[in-house]
């Protein structure tokens, strides 16, 4: 079973920055998509960013300019740098992965359990 585990949230004045940071343990063979995304009270989860295993990155419109995404292969582990944090960025942040524990299985999707970030005005 792989498990994905969220850390770096937190409560931050507007303008202000942090870090995410989400490792994937267990048995894995490969990692394929690893994305961000988060969910606001009475909101739907949505994408904030995803990074390809290739390295090409997605990101939400709202945090174009702001959000940076990147991961290290080695450590099986995405990252989400917050700069210029807004009110509006505040939401619990879900890691999300593909995975694939063997060679001649399929990619499996998984959830992180989330970690809560709160941007104060």
């Known amino acids: 079973q792989v498990q994905l585990v969220e850390s770096g949230g937190g409560l931050v004045q507007a303008g202000g920055s942090l870090r995410l940071s989400c490792a994937a343990s267990g048995i894995i063979f490969r990692i394929n998509d690893m994305g961000w995304y988060r969910q606001a009270p009475g909101k739907q989860r949505e994408l904030v960013a995803d990074?390809?295993?290739?390295?090409?990155?997605n990101y939400a419109d709202s945090v174009k300019g702001r959000f940076t995404i990147s991961r290290d292969y080695a450590k099986n582990t995405v990252y989400l740098q917050m700069d210029s944090l807004e009110p509006e960025d505040t939401a619990v942040y879900f890691c999300?992965?593909?995975?694939?524990?063997?060679?001649?299985?399929?990619?499996?999707?998984?959830w992180g359990q989330g970690t809560q970030v709160t941007v104060s005005s």
């Open positions: 999300n992965a593909d995975v694939k524990e063997y060679y001649y299985r399929a990619y499996v999707n998984y």
């Open positions: 990074i390809s295993r290739g390295g090409n990155t």
